[in-house]
């Protein structure tokens, strides 16, 4: 079945600095990527997301990259501000497959 | 426009009792999933279901455990004869109706906190 690594798991910037997080996965067919980000108390929040046929997506202060070919994919997040603090989670997915694979998440600290 | 629903949000049993955790999806959805949050810890898929139907419960203990999607009403994941371990986060997502890759996107709801004493 499907492996996701999620790196670092631990992330501390300060304000206005870039963050990057980093997945790896193993299951070539997965073709759907989406980033998910979780503040305390609460469920996961879609913010990004990217498919196997576009490289790189971009949101405002966020985007993601895909490299299908090493499998591993990043998000990025610029301008960082103390409201991005929270736990971020990558998952991998093959479109009709159902179950969505996650990594163990990133505990993000924005410090003012 | 109503997001997934969960409820109860918390939920306290004692050792040797039943919980059961319902979820609606968000309007528009037929496609549920459970997924299992321990703490310090990424969500870990436990079943996928669509209406009347379990379509993988791969992740779903052999015992104890058990999901159902009704044709009406909510999703309802149903733990029996509760055990310390079985204390966690457990989130419910929904998926638009259809095939294909309209169907990839899910939406979390708020989840229900089970603690076990």
């Known amino acids: 079945g499907e492996n996701v690594e999620q790196h670092p798991s631990t992330l501390s910037v300060q304000e206005g600095d870039s963050a990057v997080i980093k997945c790896t996965y193993s299951?070539?067919?997965?073709?759907?990527f989406p980033w998910y980000k979780q503040e305390l108390g609460k469920g996961p929040q879609l913010i990004i997301d990217?498919?196997?046929?576009?490289g790189e997506k971009k949101d405002q202060r966020i985007a993601v990259t895909l490299n299908k070919t090493a499998k591993h994919f990043s998000l990025h997040i610029t301008e960082t501000q103390p409201e991005d603090s929270a736990v971020y989670f990558c998952?991998?997915?093959?479109?009709?497959?159902?179950?969505?694979?996650f990594g163990d998440g990133t505990t993000l600290t924005v410090k003012p | 426009n109503a997001g997934v629903m969960q409820n109860p949000r918390h939920l306290v049993r004692r050792r040797g009792q039943e919980a059961r955790l319902r979820c609606s999806p968000m309007k528009g959805h037929s496609h549920v999933y459970w997924y299992r949050q321990l703490p310090e810890e990424g969500l870990k898929f436990m079943v996928y279901?669509?209406?009347?139907?379990?379509?993988?419960e791969s992740g779903m203990p052999k015992e104890r455990f058990s999901a159902e999607f009704p044709k009406e009403g909510p999703s309802i994941l149903r733990i029996q004869q509760v055990v310390r371990g079985d204390s966690a986060a457990y989130f419910c997502?929904?998926?638009?109706?259809?095939?294909?890759?309209?169907?990839?996107?899910?939406?979390f709801g708020p989840g229900t906190r089970l603690t076990v004493l």
């Open positions: 998952a991998a997915r093959r479109t009709n497959a159902g179950k969505s694979t």
């Open positions: 997502a929904s998926s638009p109706m259809g095939r294909g890759r309209m169907t990839d996107t899910q939406y």
């Open positions: 279901l669509q209406k009347e139907n379990i379509i993988d």
């Open positions: 990217i498919r196997s046929n576009v």
């Open positions: 299951d070539s067919a997965s073709n759907y």
